[in-house]
């Protein structure tokens, strides 16, 4: 029984043995899987805390590539001669492009962060577009244009939105740092009590001891080594955001530089436009003077040969009045013409239908233009109403037509065509966006080249031989076309031809088109209306003195006075049938003066006479009767006619030569 019990405990303890190898073997197995379980947590814990430092520092890259590129615009657009500058933005910009799809690689495996890499490609891209059209203006050298695309760019909500978007990237690449940071330790921790326990079992199990403290030995120097790894990447944060802040306090300081630059520049342009300012001025007296001066070299040759001959033949002296009225005509044209250039020439505007306008204009225009020229018409049957002047509307054409059979030398083909445009925002000089009638005449004439084409609209200015013409017909049509919210384009091509076209804006009014009808003048008989008791107010005495002369010719009963406060005490005094009152006045303006009276009378005809309205008087001239200086008796009496006829006491409503505001 021995052998066989001894048998038996041999078997047991070596059993035992086996089994507490087995056991250790286990143990030693589990735990060499936990150390290798821990070793691999820690190591994607480092990958992911190198891959968080690589993201910020592409972050910054991003943000750095972005502003070098967006100051070499801003140094382009400021000095459009400068091409470094514009190859120094277009390749940083490129740059920051390259560095956001590196970044977008780098955050593949985190949902978030690939959502917020794809918001910031779309603000980088709209980004791009805004700088794009400063860009693009400069590299045309379009002057002020590319300044003006570049304020907008700053002033757009993107630029913020992008360095918020980078910021929003950084700041969760920092938080996942630091948990990662934290993780890595808690592996690193468990690591070392792993390590300890072999050390433990090592010295239990004997032999297996030694590889359990080479594992640690391993395994410690991992640690170390990735412990001075993290060191290493700390550092090289810490450098990276030295380099990031100097970099930030270098663009800062390049900012302010080109802010007092652009002061400077903005303080020279505006001296210059100063300076251009006054040659135009000077410019514009010395073609009125010039132009004036002859004039008025009429009028007074005129009158000094009549008054000399009085005495003499009757034809003779009516002669020399003709030219004189023939003098102060056209001086008066010249005025008409300078206030339309100014925008100060009260405008009559109406609904109408602009093709049924050029319609009726056949005759006038064959007559104007001569047999030699041949006018073709192309008028769009649905050309959309417009709310304009007519008789403005009309000279501008006329003016055009003129243009155009001198630009042909008397001899060729004209074409007159209507139709209805939408235009984008400065698609034509500085037009509002919306939709337009537009009224061309084409010539095939010699065309402009681009310096005239520049001043074309300038006042005085003609390519026309001396006494052809006085260089105000384009301003003209300008000035009108502006005072009508519109705008005037010009094509031309050498030797081909030039298209003038003039914008006009819709007319959104319900009402239907007025249709245009040729005036019916006044004789003087029809417009006499004896007896009338008239108070004149005109601050001129020779201009009052004319028209009282004028209104007794006229059998009228008129009474003067020099200024607002006499009008008032006479009117408070007597009763009068009609006001004839000048507007631009001294110490009381017509208009004032007349809202004075009508609060207290209303059953008195109102007249306003002037030659010049300036700004913010238009509008309290609505309803009445106006006649503009200088003027003839037979036009004085057909406005005292046609102001006598209107209702006193009822609302006043506008038409023939009263003005709309």
Known sequence: MTPSGDEQHFDWRRGGAAAGGLIAALVLLTMVVLVALSN???????AAERRAYNVALVVRSVDSSMSRSEAALGRFVLDEEVRTSGNIYYSQWRLAGRQISELERLV?????QRRRVAELQQLYSQRDAELALAARAA????????TSYYYLAGKSPTGPAVIGKLDEIAASERQSLSARITQSQIFSAQADRLTDFLSWLGLIVGAGAIFLGMVAVQALRQNAAARRQAESQSERAEALEQAVTERTQELQTANEALRAEAVERQLAEAQLRQVQKMEAVGQLTGGIAHDFNNMLAVVVGGIDLARRRLNGPKREVMSHLTNAMEGATRAAALTRR?????????LLPEKLDSGSLVAGMSDLLDRTLGERIQVEVDLAADTWPTYADPHQLEN???NLAVNARDAMDGTGMMRISTSNVTLQANEVGDVQPGEYVRISVSDTGCGMTEEVIERAFEPFFTTKPVGKGTGLGLSQIFGFAHQSGGEVGIESQLERGTTVSIYLPRSESATAPVRLHPTVQRTEDEAHVPGARILLVEDDPRVRSATVDALEDLNYEPIACASGAEAIKLFEEQQFDLVVSDVIMPEMTGPELIRHLKATHD???????????GDGETDHLVGYEL?????TVGALANAIS???SRPTSAPLRTSGGAVRG
């Open 40 to 46: 691999g947590s820690r190591e994607r814990a480092l």
């Open 108 to 112: 593949r495996n985190s949902p978030d």
């Open 139 to 146: 590299a045309a050298k379009q002057g002020q244009g590319g």
């Open 338 to 346: 300078l206030l339309s250039f100014a925008r100060s020439e009260p």
């Open 396 to 398: 501008a054409i006329v």
């Open 603 to 613: 059953d008195f005809a109102v007249l306003f006479v002037t030659g010049y309205v």
């Open 627 to 631: 006649l503009r200086k200088p003027f």
């Open 642 to 644: 046609s102001a006598l």
